[in-house]
């Protein structure tokens, strides 16, 4: 980074803790911002090593037995999750509000979070609010999205959830996918890849060896967690859990097996890879809407639950008979650098409103 650059106003991205795709495309994101950068949120289960940019380290807000809500009889309307009493939310919000306060950002980006959107407000911050998946015309994410400068969704807007306010889409710039790119030349082996994100409960060891052994004269290759462990593994079925780089499992792959989520579907998406789609529950039906747009495009096969052993032949041969070209053809050139270009869009407006108040 330049000298002049170092000095511009920086840039704060909150970082949620669900899943591991909000830290990897903050991250992403920060290598290319020509600005200061701190990357804000929990990270005890993140390694932060590579960050790109500073770190601002904050209390973990969830209760014990967190489920997303917050055990309040009653709450204002325009907050999800705000319980009463709890030390380390006041000292998570006021550490973000002194940074705010010391740091004077040229923008806030919220991935994701309305309380922290609304904080910023309050504080006279400027903020970019990703907009996920899912039917999200509830009050609390409508204040947040009438909050903000304008909305990020990291998708196209060919798969935009049905119902979806026309005002919200209209503020909302797409970025479209983002993802790691393909591995050069590497060939299709027939294999089936079926990824687990950190988001989620991860398979089970028994459903998979019965897909293998349904399909036997394919490879399934599982990245991800995977409960129960079975001594009688198919030799068809490799279980690598967690690896480093699950791309090159991707690249070789004839079909992918995989939740909804951001990360997964962008994967896919930018190496045209034929989908088996299985939605994992979410919060405002954020990976069935997602599943039904690509469904209804003829981009992915859906189910709602995990086949039984019968169907998965039949499944495979469906799968393998997509048109990769369909849901290749969602993916836009150069997500990063279009996403950087809308940062600094919607902060060349905020500071010129910001100069004519000051004047």
Not at 23 to 50: C, H, K, M, Y
Not at 87 to 113: C, K
Not at 250 to 277: I, M, Q
Request: with cysteine; net charge negative; proline share 7%.
């Amino acid at each position: 980074m330049s000298e002049a650059a170092a000095r511009r106003r920086p840039v704060g991205y909150y970082v949620h803790h669900q899943g591991a795709g909000h830290w990897q495309r903050a991250n992403l994101i920060a290598a290319r911002l020509d600005r200061p950068v701190t990357l804000i949120g929990t990270f005890a289960e993140v390694d932060t090593s590579g960050a790109n940019g500073a770190i601002l380290d904050l209390p973990d807000d969830r209760l014990t037995g967190f489920d997303g809500r917050d055990g309040e009889a009653i709450r204002p309307d325009c907050f999800h999750y705000v319980p009463v009493g709890i030390d380390r939310i006041r000292a998570r919000m006021g550490l973000l509000a002194a940074w705010m306060a010391n740091n004077d950002p040229a923008l806030l980006i919220v991935d994701v979070s309305v309380e922290v959107t609304l904080l910023a407000r309050l504080l006279s911050v400027p903020t970019l609010v990703v907009r996920l998946a899912g039917n999200r015309t509830d009050t609390p994410h409508l204040e947040a999205f009438r909050s903000a400068e304008r909305l990020l969704a990291f998708n196209p807007p060919e798969i935009e959830t049905a119902g979806t306010p026309d005002w919200v889409r209209a503020k909302t710039l797409y970025a479209g996918f983002l993802a790691d790119a393909p591995g050069a030349g590497e060939p299709d082996d027939g294999s089936i890849a079926v990824i687990y994100g950190r988001g989620g409960t991860g398979g089970s060891a028994s459903d998979l060896a019965a897909a293998a052994r349904a399909v036997p004269d394919r490879h399934w290759h599982v990245l991800g967690p995977v409960e129960s462990p079975i001594d009688d593994v198919p030799p068809n079925l490799h279980l690598h859990g967690w690896v480093a780089e699950t791309g090159p499992y991707l690249d070789r792959a004839a079909l992918v097996v995989g939740g909804g989520g951001d990360g997964v579907v962008a994967a896919v998406a930018t190496r045209g890879k034929r989908f088996l789609c299985l939605p994992e529950p979410r919060a405002f039906d954020e990976q069935t809407a997602k599943a039904d747009a690509l469904a209804s495009l003829g981009a992915a096969i859906v189910r709602t639950a995990w086949p039984n052993a019968s169907d998965w032949p039949a499944l495979v041969r469906a799968g393998l008979a997509l048109d990769p070209a369909v849901i290749g053809g969602l993916v836009r050139p150069d997500p990063i650098g279009r996403t950087v270009a809308i940062i600094e869009e919607v902060i060349r407006d905020t500071e010129h409103r910001r100069q004519r108040v000051d004047i």
